[in-house]
Structures are given as structure tokens and as C-alpha cells.
């Protein structure tokens, strides 16, 4: 799942490198819009909804937290 939440990353910031602990709000690669395209992305790709009430900063903190974030909406 990370693979493929970093492959999502990838074609939102494409000239950033990006691990799984990279801290993506801390380090300004994702903003607003790239919140909304993220969030776009992992509802289509994962057949889940994310509620506004569960969007929370520490949810997108880094690749494994996104990973948490989508299991416990599965």
C-alpha cells in the first residue's frame, strides 16, 4: 500500500523525492491542492471515502501515517 500511495505522491509532487517517514505537511510537498488531489486519488484508488471530520494534519504527516489512515477506512 505505501508503494502505491508514493507512486499517488509522485505524480502530485513529481520533482520531490519522497520516502516513507518523509514528513510531507512539515516540508511543504503537500499543500492545500495537493491535499485535495491526495485525497482525490486515495478515494478512487482504495474505494473508500475520507470524511472532512477525519481529516486530520497527523493522518498526512508522512507516507505510513496516509497508509494507517486508509486500512482503518477499509
Not at 505505501?2 to 519522497?18: Q, R, S, W
Amino acid at each position: 500500500m505505501e508503494k502505491e500511495i508514493l507512486a499517488i505522491l509522485g505524480t502530485i509532487a513529481p520533482y520531490v523525492e519522497i520516502h516513507p517517514n518523509t514528513k510531507l505537511l512539515e516540508e511543504g510537498i503537500l499543500d492545500s491542492i495537493g491535499m485535495i488531489l491526495l485525497i482525490n486519488e486515495l478515494e478512487k484508488t482504495y474505494a473508500i471515502a475520507i470524511p472532512l471530520e477525519r481529516l486530520k494534519a497527523e493522518d498526512f504527516a508522512t507516507i505510513t501515517d496516509i497508509a494507517s489512515l486508509v486500512k482503518r477506512l477499509l
